[in-house]
């Protein structure tokens, strides 16, 4: 969980400075607008908004998972938020933390490249509620790709 913590910390420090210096421009002198058509000042409002948005949304993910209670060590008896799933899938496999925030994150736990996935998203809907072993079918390009539970923890 560090890990993850540590990717959506950074993330949010990033954005929050991302989003004070378009609140700068946007708020500039220089950004005031020379004609009608000018909008600089404008898009700079608009995109400190977004990222602002972004950096609250990054700061209610870690204060989620700072108190998220994990399963036990244990595999759990069936893919439940805060399990650890691996799916072979056509390409190569994919590690994946189950989690119902920053879907999309992705982060390094001991040497391996883990992929936040949310209840959410198509793959999420799919995995929650089933066990090792299970198979699942997930529409891509319009034929459906199968993508096998290999590991839950």
């Known amino acids: 969980m560090d890990a993850l913590l540590a990717e959506l910390q950074q993330d949010h420090e990033l954005q929050t400075r991302a989003a004070l210096l378009a609140r700068d ?8 607008a020379e004609g009608k058509y000018d909008t600089r000042g404008q898009e700079a ?3 400190a908004e977004s990222q602002a948005k972004i950096a609250t949304e990054l700061s209610d993910a870690i204060t989620f998972y700072r ?13 439940e938020v ?19 925030r920053a ?23 799919l995995l929650l509620g089933k066990k090792q072993g299970d198979t699942v079918y997930l ?5 459906p790709q199968a993508h096998r539970i290999a590991e839950t923890a």
């Open 45 to 47: 409002a608009y995109l």
């Open 139 to 143: 529409v891509a390009r319009g034929k």
């Open 103 to 125: 879907g999309g994150t992705d982060f390094t736990y001991e040497g391996k490249a883990f992929t936040v996935i949310t209840p959410a998203s198509p793959l999420g809907r």
């Open 25 to 32: 421009e946007a708020t500039n002198e220089e950004s005031r």
């Open 82 to 100: 805060g399990s650890v799933v691996k799916v072979e899938r056509p390409g190569k496999p994919l590690w994946c933390f189950i989690g119902s």
């Open 67 to 79: 108190s998220l209670k994990l399963p036990d060590s244990r595999p759990p008896a069936a893919i």
